[in-house]
């Protein structure tokens, strides 16, 4: 982990706290003066623990109307609610939670964070849940080691986007990549379809990639079907082999009786399969 981030990150916590207070200062002053124009030019109380009605019926306007509170009773401001919403960037106080980080990822993060001085923690808390192991992470496609949630607590957006991107931008890069070479590996295969030969019929060797893999009620149970896409272009439906352990995408080849469709010419039926195997990929 990178400590000129979390170098970036204190200084942007302290900025953030800095310009909080100002705000928060600037509201309280208006608050005040808030509370001289309804009550004949007299302040409300001030003490460390917020601001209270000088005498009784005091005037205090809230978020729902304006209403009269007895003498020394707290008086709701809630302008600071509105000013951390605004500053946190339209989030509330809640806790915000990044998902699917790698453990070891999330834990190096957190412990950088904690190097920081003990008010930059206090103003935005950042920890991490317990570790799950996934059977598998989709935009990998892989088997995996252990996950957690990172979860983010007073922070506001822009460090949120930041800290999110600093854990999963890399991952979520691999993620689209993925994506984009799954569709363009689709649009090629439907080309060689559309382009390729119509299926010949009778007894002959089937090379092609698995499209598709279902498992098909019968009278006689379950039976797991397969789409496969011949090199030639034609694509073809039938059983699996009973010894033939293989996935979508895989590259298998086998011998087949097919026959084509009677509906579409590129499309046939095959049968009692024999001598199958996953090519390795090249």
């Given at each position: 982990m990178n400590k000129q981030f979390h170098n970036w990150l204190g200084e942007?916590?302290?900025?953030?706290?800095?310009?909080?207070?100002?705000?928060?200062?600037?509201?309280?002053?208006?608050?005040?003066?808030?509370?001289?124009?309804?009550?004949?030019?007299?302040?409300?109380?001030?003490?460390?623990?917020?601001?209270?009605?000088?005498?009784?019926?005091?005037?205090?306007?809230?978020?729902?109307?304006?209403?009269?509170?007895?003498?020394?009773?707290?008086?709701?401001?809630?302008?600071?609610?509105?000013?951390?919403?605004?500053?946190?960037?339209?989030?509330?106080?809640?806790?915000?939670?990044?998902?699917?980080?790698?453990?070891?990822?999330?834990?190096?993060?957190?412990?950088?964070?904690?190097?920081?001085?003990?008010?930059?923690?206090?103003?935005?808390?950042?920890?991490?849940?317990?570790?799950?192991?996934?059977?598998?992470?989709?935009?990998?496609?892989?088997?995996?080691?252990?996950?957690?949630?990172?979860?983010?607590?007073?922070?506001p957006a822009d460090l949120e986007h930041a800290i999110r991107d600093y854990l999963m931008g890399d991952i979520h890069k691999l993620q689209r990549l993925a994506e984009q070479k799954t569709e363009d590996e689709k649009e090629a295969r439907d080309k060689a379809h559309e382009e390729g030969e119509d299926v010949t019929e009778g007894r002959q060797v089937i090379s092609g990639t698995v499209l598709a893999l279902k498992n098909q009620e019968s009278d006689w149970g379950s039976v797991l079907k397969m789409l496969v896409q011949d090199d030639r272009g034609f694509r073809v439906w039938g059983s699996v082999p009973s010894n033939l352990d293989c996935n979508r995408e895989d590259h298998i080849t086998f011998t087949a009786t097919v026959s084509q469709s009677d509906k579409d010419s590129k499309f046939g039926f095959f049968k009692r399969p024999t001598k199958a195997s996953v090519n390795e990929k090249s």
């Open positions: 942007r916590i302290d900025a953030y706290e800095a310009a909080r207070e100002r705000g928060l200062k600037a509201y309280r002053t208006r608050c005040m003066k808030v509370g001289e124009n309804l009550n004949h030019a007299v302040p409300p109380n001030e003490s460390s623990a917020g601001l209270h009605a000088p005498f009784d019926g005091y005037h205090w306007e809230t978020e729902e109307t304006c209403r009269d509170y007895l003498k020394g009773q707290f008086l709701p401001w809630p302008m600071e609610d509105e000013y951390n919403r605004r500053m946190l960037g339209g989030f509330s106080d809640g806790t915000k939670r990044i998902e699917h980080v790698p453990l070891k990822r999330a834990k190096l993060f957190v412990e950088g964070y904690k190097n920081l001085p003990k008010a930059q923690q206090k103003t935005v808390s950042i920890y991490h849940g317990d570790a799950w192991t996934p059977t598998k992470v989709y935009w990998t496609g892989r088997k995996l080691e252990e996950y957690c949630h990172v979860y983010l607590s007073k922070c």
